[in-house]
Structure formats: C-alpha cells, structure tokens
Nanobody
C-alpha cells in the first residue's frame, strides 16, 4: 500500500523558516516524480516545487525560487521542502504528490497524494 505522510507544518512569522517532510512508503520513490503543492483558502492548488526521478532535477514555481529548496533522502525514502524567508502569501495547506501520470509537473495528474500539513505565516 502506497502512503505519503507529510509533517513539519506550523505557524511562523514572516521571514522565518520551516522544513516540511514527506515520508513515502510502498514503492521506490526515486523512480517517480515527486512534487509539493499548496492551496490557500479560496485559491486554486499551486505547484510549488518538484523533483524528477533518477537524476533528481529540481523545478520551482517563480513565487518560491531562491527561497524554497526541494530535496530527498534516499536512505529515509523521504522528500523535503526547506522554506526560508517565508511570506504571508506562503500560507496554505501543503501537500506532497507522487507518480506523475500525465501532464506537467505543476498541472498534471498524480497517482498518490498525502493528507497535507498546514503552514501559516503571520506578518
């Protein structure tokens, strides 16, 4: 059974940092694309950052470039999102997704989703 479990969310002031984790079980995640998404109340879901299988090429939304870093730990089968210089507009529920079935990394269809972890940034 494939499972994705996010953790690490919380409340911080603007300018602060958080590190999100997505623990994967049930498959070798190095063989598939994994992506972080977020969704703020009343807004559409947004692709934040993605890491490709094999070589681990990273891709970011323009809104988080130079502030967020996506990475993975093969030994722990875990993906991370290091978020620095957080802004109030980064507030939202953050989800990890795995195994892109079709489409682009930020708008396509993923096979597996986690339950989400809340990030709240106050000004």
């Amino acid at each position: 059974q494939v499972q994705l479990v996010e953790s690490g969310g919380g409340s911080v002031q603007a300018g602060g940092s958080l590190r999100l984790s997505c623990a994967a079980s049930g498959y070798d995640y190095r063989r598939i694309r994994m992506t972080w998404f977020r969704q703020a109340p009343g807004k559409e879901r947004e692709g934040v950052a993605s890491i490709s299988p094999a070589w681990g090429k990273t891709t970011y939304a323009d809104s988080v470039k130079a502030r967020f870093t996506i990475s993975r730990d093969s030994a722990k089968n875990t993906m991370y999102l290091q978020m620095n210089s957080l802004k109030p507009e980064d507030t939202g529920m953050y989800y990890c997704a795995a195994d892109l079935l079709s489409g682009t990394w930020s708008g396509g269809t993923y096979k597996h989703w986690g339950q989400g972890t809340q990030v709240t940034v106050s000004s």
